[in-house]
């Protein structure tokens, strides 16, 4: 019969947890290293919540089942309408979601989901652009959202490729949508970015 083991010597030896509070001033959770608590010299050595950029991102009803793979990516490269922030400064995706389908009836209250959660910019993603014909109402969601919410508004979020793109600029209702001028920084990614976006 198996001897019964006293209560201390089934307690595992571990610091004690510091209280909340200690810890929001003093330590970081540093993943590297297991999850372990280390000690931070100072508070304005933490980095702070201030520092992460928060971004939303809504993309067009045509690809509501779009797993974000692409866009996620650029965001990761800093590529696309992404390029605008340096490769350095931390950005936490707060919101992820779509237009709602045509004529765009999520964006009277997604935006405002995402503000909630923390969201500065909220980018209208690269699919509204790039689809056959573009979204016709992009001009309307920018200036709703910005004029509603207070929230800055990108149209785009990962390069265009290339194979849109080549169609793209034949076709007259790119220009009569004037698309350079409201994604223009999308139009002025390098072509083998483009092409790697395929």
Not at 121 to 137: D, F, K, Q, R, S
Not at 154 to 172: D, F
Request: with cysteine; aromatic share 8%; net charge positive.
């Amino acid at each position: 019969m198996p001897t019964r083991r006293s209560s201390d010597q089934n307690r595992i030896s571990a610091r004690p947890c510091p209280p909340l509070n200690d810890v929001r001033k003093h330590y970081k959770l540093n993943r590297r290293v297991g999850q372990v608590w280390e000690p931070v010299e100072t508070l304005e050595s933490m980095e702070s919540e201030a520092d992460v950029k928060k971004i939303g991102i809504i993309i067009c009803g045509r690809y509501k089942t779009c797993g974000g793979g692409k866009c996620l990516r650029a965001l990761r490269e800093r590529a696309g309408a992404f390029a605008r922030y340096p490769k350095d400064e931390p950005v936490e995706l707060v919101g992820f979601s779509y237009c709602g389908d045509c004529p765009g009836g999520n964006v009277e209250y997604v935006p405002e989901e995402m503000k909630k959660n923390g969201a500065e910019v909220i980018h209208l993603a690269t699919g509204l652009v790039v689809g056959y014909p573009p979204c016709p109402n992009i001009r309307r969601f920018k200036e709703f959202i910005e004029t509603k919410y207070g929230i800055p508004v990108v149209v785009g979020t990962h390069p265009i490729p290339l194979k849109y793109r080549e169609v793209q600029e034949k076709l007259s209702f790119w220009n009569d949508m004037k698309m350079e001028e409201l994604a223009g920084e999308l139009m002025t990614e390098d072509r083998s970015v483009q092409e790697a976006y395929n």
